[in-house]
């Protein structure tokens, strides 16, 4: 597979060793004076910076040692202090991290704002606001994204009163329809809001958008109605059982599995548990399965945003969906809340008999190739779809960097990025595999990469099948030993990724050695990903705005989470 | 144009080849995995009153009453609550809890599915189909056991 293929180098960065690890010392050096203070993260060093200074930091870390891909922001209360830690990587290679922690205090928590460097801190510095408190200054638009305007205090602060009434002043109710369609200042446009009742938003996003004739001449996604903060629930259960059950249920068309496999890379790494190699690649198998799942209703209803066919194509991935369900029931009792990882391994072995679930999955896979070509029949060689969405809904590669996008909707834009390959776990890297890219950049390009991914997906299950069929039985370990209260040591924190449905699902923890996170952090790709709506559809007519929504395969559970 | 009636030969193939994959529910019933997690059966003859599926809960759907002796008075479990994660089957030591494959249940308000000890203890077992022999094949279940006539106190 890929990874055999040497990295191109990234040597010329600052910081980058002949080996093509991470040179700390040197980092430091190049921000010189910036840095105040250096931290040991699992995952990464730490370096402490003033709340004055973080658009130098960031720009000189981006431009001189190549940190291009500004993974997530992270903010937190201490009892002494806020802080935002700004996960960087780098598309070329992900394993090089840095966290750049800025501290502010309690009293005046203001720091400087990463937007102008990476447009993808804007939506998560406006979420840091919203739940934790912390304010940005010189951020374009700092106000709240998944909690209403009008709701008091910030969740997630040490001092929030969970009890406390939300009031909703009257003038707050005064009448939408007035003002519905005039835009201030701009006589020429109407105001159009899409969604959040509409199919076509696969979910409750509202869209406010406003039209120049047919053109759209500004939209700003307006999300939180699916807003539950499951990372506060997340810090309100053990590590040990009471958090697998959520990830189920951030993107839940699906791809629960893969949701899991964040929490749990996230959280063995963080309590240094083993998994056996076994259930490392029942993972890997079931992961897959929920992947093709994902990437099918994906297809399917970007099928019907496009030809607006509600029988054919929409049915026929439901029916194939349903195939993978029945194999994910027999393997974890349930078909889309699976709750089948645990801490060091996996709930369950196979089903019994094994072989008649083998043959199932073996049916599957026979079927396979001639149900894509189905797919690709219907979808990528009709010229009706090419008509609609080749060369609408562009996304540069390098806006695409910028807003942090990832998953198919950057491998879609050219940017060769799979957390798969290039930041290993599970049984990936054993496994022969492609990464698959389109340099098209465009609705046509996402779609694809999906079609195909989905083949990769199948190839990469059966070669766990063959591994699965000849496992030896007495090595069928499928859990290994994870006390039964997990209390990693205070004060250790992590950040890791692995690569969901939708692109690089990331969590964050801070342990305080209790058996509950201090700080659960969700890095959501949706989130991220819908980011780049505005690049894609502002110029371009309403129904390829809709086709590009379609093309991003938001699910709103994960993005408001 | 070419794409655009192989894309239509697709459809006109799966529309004339007869086979269909739903089912006429409820007349017929779906297949239900042996490993499915449905609606709770609990066993008070079991049950020690040792609360750990009360404690491993993720959301507070178990609720037990117990004396000052420790002796159980109830066990509430709220089925329209529930996640159906079954963390409380897996702590539970001696299997009182066990989730069963029923899947089907209504009822006119929410209140009615706070199940008690007596709901619960009547749930049917699913096709006589014994939950935990594909979950944890050393363990088994009770499904043999006639209600009552096991005395583990
Ligand atoms: S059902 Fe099981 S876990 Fe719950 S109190 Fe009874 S014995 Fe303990
Ligand atoms: S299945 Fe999960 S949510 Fe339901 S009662 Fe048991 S532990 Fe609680």
């Known amino acids: 597979?890929?990874?055999?293929?040497?990295?191109?180098?990234?040597?010329?960065?600052?910081?980058?060793?002949?080996?093509?690890?991470?040179?700390?010392?040197?980092?430091?050096?190049?921000?010189?004076?910036?840095?105040?203070?250096?931290?040991?993260?699992?995952?990464?060093?730490?370096?402490?910076?003033?709340?004055?200074?973080?658009?130098?930091?960031?720009?000189?870390?981006?431009?001189?040692?190549?940190?291009?891909?500004?993974?997530?922001?992270?903010?937190?209360?201490?009892?002494?202090?806020?802080?935002?830690?700004?996960?960087?990587?780098?598309?070329?290679?992900?394993?090089?991290?840095?966290?750049?922690?800025?501290?502010?205090?309690?009293?005046?928590?203001?720091?400087?704002?990463?937007?102008?460097?990476?447009?993808?801190?804007?939506?998560?510095?406006?979420?840091?606001?919203?739940?934790?408190?912390?304010?940005?200054?010189?951020?374009?638009?700092?106000?709240?994204?998944?909690?209403?305007?009008?709701?008091?205090?910030?969740?997630?602060?040490?001092?929030?009163?969970?009890?406390?009434?939300?009031?909703?002043?009257?003038?707050?109710?005064?009448?939408?329809?007035?003002?519905?369609?005039?835009?201030?200042?701009?006589?020429?446009?109407?105001?159009?809001?899409?969604?959040?009742?509409?199919?076509?938003?696969?979910?409750?996003?509202?869209?406010?958008?406003?039209?120049?004739?047919?053109?759209?001449?500004?939209?700003?996604?307006?999300?939180g109605y699916l807003h539950r903060c499951e990372e506060q629930m997340c810090q309100q259960g053990t590590y040990r059982h009471q958090i697998m059950p959520y990830p189920d249920r951030w993107d839940y068309i699906s791809a629960g599995l893969l949701n899991e496999w964040a929490y749990a890379r996230a959280a063995e790494d963080l309590a240094d548990i083993d998994v056996p190699e076994y259930a490392q690649v029942i993972r890997t198998m079931s992961a897959e399965f929920s992947r093709i799942a994902a990437h099918l209703l994906a297809v399917a209803t970007f099928a019907l945003d496009i030809y607006g066919d509600f029988t054919a194509i929409f049915m026929y991935g439901i029916r194939d969906r349903e195939v993978i369900q029945n194999i994910l029931e027999d393997l974890t009792g349930q078909r889309l809340m699976f709750n089948y990882f645990r801490l060091g391994g996996v709930a369950w072995d196979l089903p019994e008999p094994r072989e008649e679930f083998f043959e199932q999955i073996r049916d599957f896979l026979d079927e396979w190739p001639e149900r894509l070509e189905e797919y690709h029949n219907l979808l990528t060689s009709n010229e009706l779809f090419?008509?609609?969405?080749?060369?609408?809904?562009?996304?540069?590669?390098?806006?695409?960097?910028?807003?942090?996008?990832?998953?198919?909707?950057?491998?879609?834009?050219?940017?060769?990025?799979?957390?798969?390959?290039?930041?290993?776990?599970?049984?990936?890297?054993?496994?022969?595999?492609?990464?698959?890219?389109?340099?098209?950049?465009?609705?046509?390009?996402?779609?694809?990469?999906?079609?195909?991914?989905?083949?990769?997906?199948?190839?990469?299950?059966?070669?766990?099948?063959?591994?699965?069929?000849?496992?030896?039985?007495?090595?069928?370990?499928?859990?290994?030993?994870?006390?039964?209260?997990?209390?990693?040591?205070?004060?250790?924190?992590?950040?890791?990724?692995?690569?969901?449905?939708?692109?690089?699902?990331?969590?964050?923890?801070?342990?305080?050695?209790?058996?509950?996170?201090?700080?659960?952090?969700?890095?959501?790709?949706?989130?991220?990903?819908?980011?780049?709506?505005?690049?894609?559809?502002?110029?371009?007519?309403?129904?390829?705005?809709?086709?590009?929504?379609?093309?991003?395969?938001?699910?709103?559970?994960?993005?408001?989470? | 144009m070419l794409g655009v009636l192989k894309s239509m030969a697709t459809t006109m193939k799966h529309a004339l080849d007869g086979n269909t994959f739903t089912v006429e529910y409820p007349e017929e019933e779906p297949e239900v995995s042996p490993r499915f997690r449905g609606v709770h059966k609990f066993s008070q003859e079991r049950c020690i009153w040792c609360r750990q599926c009360e404690k491993v809960c993720p959301n507070d759907t178990i609720q037990i009453v117990t004396d000052d002796q420790r002796n159980g008075e109830q066990y509430n479990l709220h089925i329209g609550q529930c996640i159906y994660c079954r963390l409380c089957e897996e702590v539970c030591p001696v299997d009182a809890i066990i989730l069963t494959q029923n899947f089907e249940f209504v009822a006119d308000t929410k209140d009615e599915f706070a199940y008690n000890m007596e709901e619960l203890k009547n749930v049917p077992w699913y096709k006589d189909i014994d939950p935990l022999e594909s979950r944890e094949p050393d363990r088994g279940a009770w499904i043999g056991e006639g209600e009552g006539e096991v005395d583990y106190q």
């Open chain 1, 1 to 223: 597979m890929s990874l055999e293929e040497p990295r191109p180098p990234t040597e010329s960065d600052v910081g980058v060793t002949a080996e093509g690890d991470l040179d700390y010392d040197e980092l430091a050096d190049l921000l010189g004076d910036h840095v105040v203070d250096r931290e040991q993260h699992v995952n990464a060093e730490g370096f402490v910076i003033r709340p004055d200074e973080v658009e130098a930091v960031l720009s000189t870390l981006r431009d001189e040692a190549g940190f291009d891909h500004c993974s997530c922001v992270t903010a937190q209360e201490y009892q002494d202090r806020y802080e935002s830690i700004y996960h960087l990587k780098k598309y070329d290679d992900p394993t090089q991290e840095l966290s750049v922690v800025v501290p502010t205090p309690r009293d005046n928590p203001v720091s400087q704002s990463g937007a102008g460097v990476f447009d993808t801190a804007e939506w998560h510095e406006r979420e840091a606001y919203d739940l934790v408190g912390v304010e940005y200054e010189d951020h374009p638009d700092l106000r709240r994204i998944l909690l209403p305007e009008t709701w008091q205090g910030h969740p997630l602060s040490l001092d929030y009163n969970q009890d406390q009434p939300q009031i909703v002043p009257l003038r707050e109710h005064a009448n939408p329809m007035e003002k519905r369609t005039k835009v201030p200042d701009d006589p020429d446009t109407m105001f159009v809001n899409i969604g959040p009742h509409h199919p076509a938003t696969h979910g409750v996003l509202h869209v406010k958008t406003t039209l120049d004739g047919e053109q759209i001449a500004d939209i700003d996604p307006d999300i």
């Open chain 1, 386 to 561: 090419q008509l609609r969405v080749v060369d609408t809904g562009v996304l540069p590669p390098e806006e695409a960097k910028s807003y942090g996008a990832t998953g198919p909707v950057a491998r879609g834009s050219g940017i060769d990025y799979d957390l798969r390959r290039d930041d290993p776990y599970g049984y990936y890297d054993e496994l022969e595999w492609d990464v698959i890219t389109d340099d098209g950049c465009d609705n046509f390009s996402r779609a694809v990469v999906r079609l195909k991914e989905m083949e990769q997906s199948a190839r990469i299950i059966e070669q766990c099948v063959d591994l699965l069929e000849d496992w030896p039985e007495d090595e069928r370990e499928i859990q290994s030993n994870v006390p039964r209260t997990l209390r990693p040591d205070p004060d250790k924190e992590i950040y890791r990724a692995v690569e969901g449905a939708k692109g690089e699902l990331g969590i964050y923890i801070r342990s305080d050695g209790t058996d509950k996170p201090a700080r659960f952090k969700i890095r959501s790709p949706c989130f991220c990903n819908l980011q780049t709506l505005p690049v894609m559809a502002e110029g371009e007519y309403v129904p390829d705005m809709i086709a590009a929504l379609g093309s991003l395969d938001i699910v709103l559970g994960e993005v408001d989470r």
